[in-house]
């Protein structure tokens, strides 16, 4: 499935396998440094009092590698580094501050949308040599049930197709913005709040206005029910077509129907249409359907997932960590315009502690009958302890060579493989 030019390259470099090597042969004594080192984040309190230093060093290289598009494969070593600092609770205030830098150790792909833009001549890998204030937060617990959480901050709803942190990028995206979740109700978490800026995987910035409402109810492990609203205005120049209010409701469960068998599934609706400034009509629909089963350490699911169309504009996610949805080599992270219907089986297993998944899916339009291609995913990643972990990631996308998609959107029309291999520590 490796075109000629991939596999020429389709080789770890000498820091990429000295980097994963050390960490996969990392001694079990090693981990007898990890309460010394816990410990000294805390300021050498087991209950951190004077407050804690939170650190993630990650490790990747990735390759891409877009068939017949003018462009050279891509390669990209690089290591990020997250460091912060939490205060510790006063009169139920808490505040937190964390930078995050990217560095390039192998610059060859092109990041067109950072400051540092790479090499134009090969493909795209989102990982930009930069450097950001991640997070910058204060909250009060001062109100019974009740966090209220106001500045630059990481917000995940859900399975994070709306709202996201996108943290599979080294850069993750961010929000300044208020937060307020209450838990007063048995089993009910409401959370509401205003976002009023996006710091993107770019380490770019996008003024927005999104007052959003997230309702989620759980029925012992037989249903979540979750209800949701966002409301999204975009008033920067030309960008007002985004302007969108969406809604959804969503059941899903996990179920133990016998000691080692266990039932998934999930039922979603959303509906988007226009909203604020923007001068167009929408009136766009959602589907998301899945079921599964666990059975001795071996999981098995089928879905599919619609993201609707109109014929000139579809269904947009432009704030969730889309790397988790249709497919991992990223063919659909913005919706093309006759929208995608996904349909997708995943296989997935931990012998040993190892988790390995295999995921395929087929891409289809929802207009004008178009066959965009399948897509096979595989994934083997594994822990080592509370703070150390491995993953190698590979990422096929097959497109349909007479799909009739050219017109409209030229890259689903390339075949494209994706690898990654990856390190991290966490304190």
């Known amino acids: 499935m490796l075109s000629k030019r991939t596999s020429k390259h389709f080789l770890l470099t000498p820091l990429s396998s000295a980097v994963l090597a050390s960490i996969f042969m990392q001694p079990v004594a090693a981990y007898e440094f990890d309460k010394p080192i816990e410990n000294a984040f805390k300021l050498g309190q087991d209950d951190a009092k004077y407050g804690r230093f939170k650190i993630n060093l990650r490790y990747r290289y990735e390759l891409a590698d877009a068939a017949d598009n003018g462009k050279e494969t891509a390669h990209a070593n690089t290591l990020r580094l997250r460091l912060g600092y939490l205060t510790p609770k006063f009169h139920g205030l808490q505040g937190f501050a964390e930078y995050e830098g990217n560095l390039a150790m192998q610059k060859d792909y092109f990041a067109p949308k950072a400051h540092w833009t790479g090499d134009p001549t090969r493909d795209v890998i989102a990982d930009p040599q930069t450097s950001e204030l991640n997070q910058l937060w204060v909250s009060y617990t001062g109100i019974p049930d009740t966090e209220i959480k106001g500045g ?38 409401l959370k509401a709040g205003y976002i009023g800026n996006v710091q993107n995987v770019w380490s770019q910035e996008d003024s927005v206005q999104l007052p959003f409402l997230n309702i989620n109810y759980q029925y012992q492990d037989l249903v979540k029910v979750i209800a949701y609203g966002y409301w999204y205005s975009d008033y920067d120049k030309g960008q007002a077509g985004k302007s969108t209010q969406t809604y959804g409701l969503a059941l899903n469960g996990s179920p133990k129907l016998a000691k080692n068998i266990t039932l998934h599934y999930t039922a979603e609706y959303s509906y988007q249409g226009a909203y604020a400034n923007n001068p167009n ?114 990422a096929y996308y097959d497109a349909d060579s007479v799909n009739g998609n050219a017109a409209y959107n030229p890259a689903l029309t390339k075949d494209t493989n994706k690898f990654w291999l990856q390190g991290s520590v966490s304190f």
Request: proline share 2%; charged share 20%.
């Open 152 to 189: 630059r901050q990481r917000i995940i709803f859900d399975d994070s197709r709306f709202i996201g942190n996108v943290g599979w990028r080294q850069m993750e995206q961010t929000y300044d913005g208020v937060l307020v979740t209450n838990t007063s109700v048995e089993n009910l978490i």
């Open 281 to 394: 009509s929408i009136s766009l629909n959602r589907y998301n359907l899945m079921g599964g089963v666990s059975f001795m350490g071996i999981t098995l699911k089928g879905a599919v997932e619609e993201l609707g169309a109109n014929g000139s504009q579809a269904f947009q996610t432009p704030f969730g960590t889309n790397h988790k949805f249709q497919g991992w080599a990223d063919k659909f992270l913005v919706t093309p315009v006759n929208g995608v219907r996904d349909i997708n089986a995943t296989l997935g297993a931990k012998p040993l502690g190892i988790k390995m998944a295999f995921v395929y899916h087929n891409f289809q339009s929802v207009t004008n009958s178009i066959n965009y291609g399948n897509e096979y995913d595989f994934l083997i990643t594994k822990k080592f302890g509370k703070h150390y972990k491995v993953l190698a990631k590979y």
